[in-house]
């Protein structure tokens, strides 16, 4: 029996989730949190076999949470869910110890594909997703690697790109001031830049922003 853990902060994902595993004698749902800290709170006392992680949490980014969980939990499955069906958190997820990737207009089939999948020790991203992958190394060709940004990296982005400080982008998304000064250390590494103007040409050059 596979024991199932499922994080999404939205009740009719994690019903919807749990209706499509009703009645599949080969899993069973260990639990449903809605947050990150939930998550880490269940999982320091149980360990499932697969988690279906919501990459857009609250409390923080879904891919950090992957990685988090990854440093610690070696074993289990994780399998990523949104509804954004872009090719850096695709790659993003992947890079950080993701074994899947379903888009949450999935129907149970294939759901239930994924889980058979990574529990083999393939990785499973869905049609619609890996085609998106594609599309964007066609795209990037020989001009070089462009960085992956989490969906709230790319917010910052282009906050920063409409002038905004950072303690207006933090009123702005509800976040500290902490919080977005992190995000913008991340950004400066994953640019390999020292300030914002820097980070901002880059980010044009390769096509991140008009």
């Known amino acids: 029996m596979l024991r199932i853990l499922i994080i999404d902060d939205h009740p009719l994902v994690r019903d919807g989730l749990k209706i499509m595993l009703e009645g599949e004698g080969t899993v069973q749902i260990a639990g449903a949190c809605k947050t990150a800290e939930e998550a880490l709170a269940f999982l320091a006392q149980e360990?499932?076999?697969?988690?279906?992680?919501?990459?857009?949490?609250?409390?923080?980014?879904?891919l950090a949470l992957c990685e988090k969980i990854r440093e610690t939990y070696v074993r289990v499955k994780i399998i990523g869910l949104t509804s954004a069906n872009?090719?850096?958190?695709?790659?993003?997820?992947?890079?950080?110890?993701?074994?899947?990737?379903?888009?949450?207009?999935?129907?149970?089939?294939?759901?239930?594909?994924?889980?058979?999948?990574?529990?083999?020790?393939?990785?499973?991203?869905?049609?619609?997703?890996?085609?998106k992958?594609?599309?964007?190394?066609?795209?990037?060709?020989?001009?070089?690697?462009?960085?992956?940004?989490?969906r709230r990296e790319k917010e910052i982005l282009h906050l920063l790109a409409d002038g905004l400080k950072g303690p207006e982008i933090a009123e702005k998304l509800f976040l500290s001031t902490l919080t977005v000064e992190t995000h913008r250390k991340n950004l400066f590494k994953k640019f390999n830049v020292h300030n914002v103007q820097s980070l901002l040409k880059t980010a044009r050059e390769q096509k991140l922003l008009l």
């Open 133 to 150: 992958v594609l599309e964007q190394f066609q795209q990037v060709g020989s001009t070089g690697e462009v960085p992956v940004l989490t």
């Open 47 to 62: 360990e499932p076999d697969i988690i279906l992680l919501d990459i857009n949490l609250p409390d923080m980014d879904g």
């Open 86 to 131: 872009e090719a850096g958190i695709i790659t993003g997820l992947l890079q950080r110890g993701g074994n899947g990737y379903l888009l949450k207009n999935m129907e149970r089939d294939e759901l239930l594909k994924a889980i058979e999948k990574v529990m083999a020790g393939k990785v499973y991203v869905s049609q619609d997703a890996n085609e």
